[in-house]
C-alpha cells in the first residue's frame, strides 16, 4: 500500500509540473490505472474512462484467425473522416507532422473512431510497476535504465523525457515477437512506380520479459536481440543479421552474412542513423518500432501531455489476409486500413547532444499514456524542417493478456515523397505472433552470437 501511496503522490506532482492540461486535485489510486495513467476520460467525454482488455475481446479467437473479428468494437462506426478539405478544424487535436501529411500528401485521409481504452497487462507487469514507483532509477550518465523490477513499467509517473522514453523502451511485449514473414516495403520514387518489397523474416528476444519480478540490476544487461533474414529481392536473398542493444552501451552489436562471400562480418558503426542495407537511404538502423537503440547521442525534453488523434485500435494494419496491393497504395496506407481515435500521449522532444551527430537533430516522440507505446514521431533534418513523420498502430493483443503492442510502422519521408512500411504481415498469410514465454529456441541468448548465425547462414 505503500509504494502504491507513492506512486499516486509522485503522480500527482509529474501532473502538476508536466501536462498541458489543468491538473485535477485529489489524486488517489482509484484515480490511476495499474501502469500509471488517469483514468478518467476527459471532459468532453470523448475520451472514455479505462476499462482494461479484459473486455476488449470476445471468445473464439486462436492463432490463425484475423484478430480485428474477434475485437469487442468491430463494428463501431466512424465518427469522421478528416482530409486535405476539413484538417484546419481539427488542428488542435492533431500533431504537427499529422498537419503535414495533409498539407503535402494528395489524397491523405484520416478515419475517426470512437475512443476505446482497452490496453491492459499480466498482473505481475502490474505488480512490478507498482514497485518501480519508488525503486527504478536512470543511470548517473541519463540516457539509460540503472535499476527497475522487469517487466513493469520503470517510471510510471515520469518526471523527465528520458524518463518516458524509457518507459517506451519496456513497454511489455512479452518474451519474443516473431514475424515469419513479412515485406519490408520503400513507395517508389516519384515518376515511377516500382515499390522496393523486400520478403523477409525476423524474431526478436527481449529476456527481461520473461514473468517474474526480474530485478534488472540482476540480469544480463540486454535491452533486446534481433535477427533477421531476407528471402527476395535476389540482391539481399540470402543475407541476415544477429542484432544485440545492450542497456548500458552505445550502439549496438551487430552481425551480418553475406551470401556473396559466404562469412559473416561485424558491422561496429550499424547503429544509429546509418542507412538499413538495400533501402535506398529511406530507413535508418534506429527507426523501426520508432525508436530503436540507444538514446546517449539526443537530450530529452519532456514537453507534457496533450490529447491527440492517435493511430489507435488499428486492427486492419495487422490484416495478414489482406491483398498488399489493396493496403500500400502509391503515396500512403489504404486509410481504410488505419483507424484513429482520439487519446492522450505524452510528447518528448529529442535534440542532438553537443559534440553528438545524427541525421535528424530534432525530433518529436508521442507516446501513449495507456500502454507506453510510441505511436508517433517526428524527424526534423538539419535545417529545421520537417523531414519525416512515423506512426505505429497499437493493438491489444490476446497472448498477451490484453497488453497493448505496436510493432508495424509507416514512415513518411516528406523530402523524397516516399514511405516505408515495416513490421507488418500485409499480404503474406501468416500473422505476427507474439511469444509470452521463452520456450522457443529462438528466444535464447546463443541464437544471437556470431557462430549460431554463420551456421545456420552457411546450410
Not at 501532473?15 to 468532453?44: C, F, R, Y
Not at 507498482?130 to 527504478?136: G, L, R, T, Y
Not at 504481415?425 to 541468448?445: F, M, N, Q, Y
Amino acid at each position: 500500500m505503500k509504494k502504491l501511496s507513492a506512486l499516486v503522490a509522485v503522480m500527482a506532482l509529474s501532473s502538476v509540473a508536466h501536462s498541458e492540461q489543468p491538473a485535477k486535485a485529489g489524486v488517489s489510486a482509484s484515480d490511476l490505472t495499474p501502469m500509471g495513467a488517469v483514468k478518467a476520460g476527459n471532459a468532453s467525454g470523448e475520451i472514455p474512462v479505462w476499462e482494461g482488455a479484459a473486455k476488449a475481446f470476445v471468445p473464439g479467437w486462436q492463432y490463425g484467425k484475423f484478430r480485428g473479428d474477434y475485437w469487442k468494437y468491430k463494428d463501431d462506426k466512424k465518427i469522421t473522416t478528416i482530409d486535405a478539405s476539413n484538417y484546419e478544424k481539427y488542428a488542435d487535436k492533431l500533431s504537427p507532422g499529422q498537419l503535414e501529411l495533409f498539407k503535402q500528401i494528395k489524397g491523405y485521409s484520416m478515419e475517426i473512431y470512437p475512443s476505446r481504452r482497452t490496453c491492459d497487462a499480466p498482473s505481475i507487469v502490474k505488480e512490478n510497476t507498482e514497485k518501480n514507483a519508488s525503486f527504478a532509477k536512470m543511470s548517473s550518465e541519463g540516457w539509460y535504465l540503472a535499476e527497475a523490477y522487469l517487466p513493469g513499467v520503470p517510471f510510471p509517473a515520469p518526471k523527465t523525457g528520458a524518463e518516458v522514453m524509457t518507459n517506451g523502451k519496456y513497454r511489455y511485449q512479452g518474451v519474443g515477437v516473431e514475424f515469419p514473414k513479412t515485406f519490408t516495403t520503400v513507395s517508389p520514387r516519384k515518376g515511377t512506380s516500382e515499390f522496393i518489397k523486400v520478403d523477409a523474416y525476423m524474431v526478436s528476444y527481449t529476456p527481461w520479459g520473461v514473468k517474474s519480478a526480474n530485478q534488472l540490476s540482476k540480469l544480463p544487461p540486454v535491452e533486446f536481440y534481433a535477427n533477421f533474414g531476407y528471402n527476395a529481392p535476389p540482391a539481399l536473398a540470402g543475407m541476415a543479421l544477429n542484432m544485440t542493444t545492450r542497456v548500458n552501451q552505445p550502439g549496438s552489436e551487430v552481425f551480418y552474412y553475406f551470401p556473396g562471400q559466404r562469412r559473416v562480418r561485424r558491422m561496429p558503426s550499424y547503429s544509429y542513423d546509418s542507412p538499413q542495407i538495400g533501402f535506398e537511404n529511406q530507413y535508418t538502423m534506429d527507426e523501426p518500432t520508432m525508436f530503436w537503440g540507444a538514446m546517449d547521442r539526443f537530450e530529452w525534453k519532456l514537453v507534457g501531455k496533450k490529447e491527440l488523434f492517435i493511430p489507435y485500435n488499428s486492427f486492419g494494419a495487422y490484416d495478414f489476409n489482406a491483398k498488399f496491393e489493396d493496403v500500400a497504395k502509391k503515396d500512403y496506407m489504404n486509410p481504410s486500413h488505419r483507424r484513429y481515435e482520439l487519446q492522450r500521449v505524452w510528447v518528448v522532444e529529442a535534440t542532438v547532444k553537443s559534440g553528438m551527430r545524427h541525421a535528424a537533430p530534432k525530433r518529436t516522440y508521442y507516446l501513449d499514456e495507456d500502454s507506453w507505446n510510441y505511436v508517433m514521431a517526428e524527424d526534423y533534418d538539419s535545417q529545421g524542417k520537417m523531414w519525416k513523420v512515423r506512426e505505429s498502430y497499437v493493438i491489444p493483443v490476446a497472448e498477451l493478456e490484453g497488453a497493448c503492442h505496436s510493432p508495424v510502422l509507416m514512415q513518411y519521408n516528406l523530402a523524397d515523397g516516399r514511405y516505408v512500411l515495416d513490421m507488418h504481415a500485409i499480404g503474406t498469410g501468416v500473422d505476427i505472433k507474439w511469444h509470452s514465454d521463452d520456450k522457443d529456441h529462438r528466444l535464447k541468448p546463443n541464437f544471437y552470437t556470431s557462430e549460431s548465425l554463420r551456421s545456420r547462414s552457411e546450410r
